[in-house]
């Protein structure tokens, strides 16, 4: 009976209050109900690194006078009056409250509130992060081209920040951590790399440096990096390569990395057949001044082994590079531009090589594209080589590379002196050979050991050694028939965009021609000397 009395008696109170409860009330001291106001929080606006404006509304003052509203913040949830506050007048209706003092980069917690005699009425949570105020950020790259008196450096603003970056450079100094208010360089604005001479320097001395970058906010360093100006100093300078080795004559190629503390007069190749040639004995002269030059070698001895130095002349003295070594090619053979040597066969008045061909670089020392995935070969639109299957190791040796018509027909691929043979060149030695018909068995090399059997016909008689090594597509850029088929690209188009090409196969002594090879069609290469 006691727990049936209870429960209305709970639910009575509940009713009784529960109006209470849902408006913000209490009961005053004459026992006479009081209610908070009623305020809504407007969504923050006008947000900068220190300052925000957030409104508020007060919808009803709860029947008493609202005699202070405003805005109240912190940096946790739900703030109030006890934290930080912006007051802004009295009453109903709308205000903002700007609230100044912030830290940048921050979360902020914001409430609208009013008072009443009766209590503070509080409007519902809202948030907002302030913005950040940011410098540049800048690198220090490098120094290089270091002389007696300047040297070269290079920065990099990374990020310009919060605003445009107005100034850029490098500043330097005998002593740590060098600034703007020193020796400085101005290279501009804005972001990205950029050079700067500095200047002027005093030979053998330690210098630091550092980049910089300004903007609004201020101004950033990068890290501090130090030099060695140099002493009074002959040039720098590097013998990079030998190229285009024939049986008299050899391109050589050079750099000049740093003049020294003068400028180069004279630049050139030292050459002999004795170690360490200078500039006393046989020497070209190629120019003045620094950076990359060449120089042809001339009036050698076939199959004859050379060294050669390149050389840099200023006030001071003459430098010279490390030594190289080369070979000048036989009377029967012919080196391309990679250094791969071939031995050559004559008939009649045509010389050709021997060995299909295996550059990697055309004749002026550009780099022939490597294309070794399958849809980009097909869709190919300029010049590009490859190796069967992608495998140098394995197919490299004897079969050369594959190359597709822009590289055939580019008119650089063979070595200096030698070209691409033609449609008309190619019926000329297969006429030579008695035909056609029967060329085939002359020109395939012997045996099986590289042919599929039967290898019909073939005796090599000729000496032209002709091999299978297949080609790749153009359809789906997969390889095919390496062993069976010995294809050798012209550099002739016939209807466009086909091209003429030679075919030998396994089972045939014929050499025959087709005419309908597609442009992206892989195939190697054998060359006629001009």
Excluded at 249 to 276: K, L, M, P, Q
Excluded at 501 to 513: C, E, G, N, T
Aim: with cysteine; proline share 4%; net charge neutral.
């Amino acid at each position: 009976m006691k727990t049936l009395t209870k429960i209305p008696v709970i639910r009575f109170l509940m009713v009784l209050l529960l109006p209470c409860l849902l408006i913000n009330c209490k009961k005053s001291d004459n026992g006479t109900t009081v209610t908070f106001p009623a305020v809504i929080t407007q969504t923050p606006s006008a947000i900068t690194d220190s300052s925000a404006s957030v409104g508020g509304f007060v919808t009803s003052d709860g029947g008493l006078a609202v005699f202070e509203r405003g805005i109240c913040f912190a940096k946790v949830q739900n703030p109030t009056i006890a934290d930080r506050t912006v007051k802004s007048g009295s009453g109903t209706g709308s205000y903002t409250g700007i609230i100044n003092g912030l830290d940048q980069g921050t979360l902020y917690y914001a409430r609208a509130y009013a008072l009443n005699s009766g209590g503070t009425g509080y409007g519902s949570q809202v948030s907002f992060t302030t913005t950040l105020k940011l410098a540049p950020v800048v690198t220090t790259d490098s120094v290089r081209n270091i002389t007696a008196t300047w040297a070269k450096c290079s920065g990099n603003v990374t990020s310009e920040g919060t605003s445009a970056v107005t100034a850029k450079g490098i500043c330097w100094g005998t002593s740590h951590s060098p600034a703007i208010s020193g020796d400085h360089t101005v290279d501009g604005s804005g972001g990205g790399v950029f050079t700067s001479t500095v200047t002027p320097l005093n030979p053998a001395t330690v210098y630091y440096i550092r980049a910089y970058a300004t903007n609004s906010i201020g101004t950033s360093y990068g890290t501090e990096l130090s030099f060695t100006s140099g002493a009074l100093q002959p040039p720098s300078v590097t013998t990079d390569s030998v190229n285009n080795i024939g049986q008299t004559a050899a391109s050589c190629y050079g750099d000049v990395i740093s003049e020294g503390t003068s400028a180069v007069t004279a630049r050139g190749f030292c050459w002999g057949t004795s170690h360490n040639p200078a500039v006393a004995g046989n020497h070209t002269t190629n120019g003045s001044g620094g950076g990359v030059f060449t120089g042809n070698i001339q009036g050698l001895s076939s199959g004859t082994v050379y060294y050669v130095r390149a050389y840099a002349t200023n006030t001071t003295g003459t430098s010279y590079g490390l030594e190289l070594s080369f070979t000048t090619a036989g009377p029967e053979t012919v080196t391309d531009i990679d250094g791969n040597v071939y031995h050559v066969v004559t008939f009649g008045t045509q010389v050709w090589m021997v060995e299909n061909l295996k550059t990697t670089r055309f004749n002026d020392g550009s780099a022939i594209p490597n294309v070794t995935d399958a849809y980009a070969w097909c869709l190919q639109t300029g010049p590009g080589y490859c190796w069967y299957n992608n495998d140098h190791t394995a197919y490299g040796n004897p079969y050369g590379a594959i190359y597709n018509f822009y590289a055939a027909s580019s008119g650089k691929l063979a070595p200096a002196g030698w070209h691409v043979p033609t449609h008309a060149e190619w019926t000329t030695l297969t006429d030579y050979l008695g035909g056609a018909a029967v060329a085939g068995g002359k020109m395939k090399e012997a045996g099986t050991s590289h042919w599929t059997y039967p290898n019909t016909g073939a005796d090599n008689s000729s000496g032209f050694t002709a091999l299978p090594g297949g080609y790749r597509s153009s359809a789906t850029g997969e390889f095919h028939n390496v062993g069976m088929d010995g294809y050798y690209w012209t550099s002739s188009e016939s209807v466009p965009p086909n091209a003429f090409l030679r075919y030998f196969y396994y089972q045939s002594a014929a050499v025959s021609y087709r005419s309908n090879a597609s442009l992206n069609d892989g195939f190697p290469v054998r060359c006629i000397k001009d």
